[in-house]
């Protein structure tokens, strides 16, 4: 069940970071935000287990799939702006 809510809490995520962090290379499309926003949200989960802030089975909370979508986006922003 975990993995579920994680995939939901960063579809949720990357709806949000996109409308946070404006900007020309951001990808175009729903389905690819909301990916990177589950992508973030995973993220977010690893690091914060890493920390130790998230148990073994806890997942990241909305605040921080939020925060992981935002690094992933500002990431996507800029390989995406060496490509071109």
Do not use: C, H, Q
């Amino acid at each position: 069940m975990g993995i579920f809510w994680t995939i939901i809490i960063g579809f949720i995520a990357g709806l949000i970071a996109k409308f946070i962090t404006p900007g020309d290379n951001e990808p175009s499309g729903f389905i690819l935000t909301t990916i990177l926003g589950i992508v973030g949200a995973f993220v977010a989960s690893f690091l914060g287990r890493a920390l130790g802030w998230y148990g073994p089975n806890d997942g990241a909370g909305l605040i921080g799939a939020i925060v992981g979508a935002i690094i992933v986006l500002v990431i996507w922003g800029m390989v995406s702006k060496k490509r071109a």
